[in-house]
């Protein structure tokens, strides 16, 4: 189950398992004041063992890291253009289903809010795992360079592209497993 960041408790969740991710890897520490959501991922057992969340482009700081808004696509679409940031599963919990559910969750989180595209500073491991097994449409839009404790690559994701061919997407699974879920109950 994925759950948006509704309280201090799931802050402070959402906190420990980026954090705890971000030191196993060596990455510098940083924390966002203004966020368009966080994101606390849970296996059948309810535990809390991934995290993701999303900027506007607009409260972000990515730009100063890499001009992002140099490319005209990015520019012309500032307001539907959301920075992912902080994705992170628990060491032990990577592989299997998990990612998947984790991007099946922000395409809805981009259907429901009509985002046109993702950008990100990711590792290059994972740039090659979307690109080549979940063959996502990314498109890299730099070099690699060095940003926080390891080598990034700056990404963009064309979601319309995901949306209008969704039956292509092996990993996309609108089931039970994945709801988006609210104070009031799941949508």
Known sequence: MIKKVNSTVELNVFNSIWLQCWEEKGYEA????HVFGRY???NSAGEHIGVFEFK??????????FPFTSFA???DNIEKTLELDKLSILPSYRGGKVLSEMLTHMIKVAVEN???YFIALIEPKLYLALKRFYKAP???LGDVFFYK???????????KLVINNIENYDWYNDSVLVRIKNPTGYE
Request: net charge negative.
């Open 30 to 33: 940083e924390f966002s004041e």
């Open 40 to 42: 606390l991922v849970s």
């Open 56 to 65: 506007k482009l607009t409260h972000s700081l990515i730009d100063e890291e």
């Open 73 to 75: 696509f990015i520019k």
């Open 114 to 116: 009509d985002i046109s």
């Open 138 to 140: 990314i498109q890299k």
């Open 149 to 159: 404790g390891d080598n990034v690559v700056p990404i963009s994701i064309d979601l």
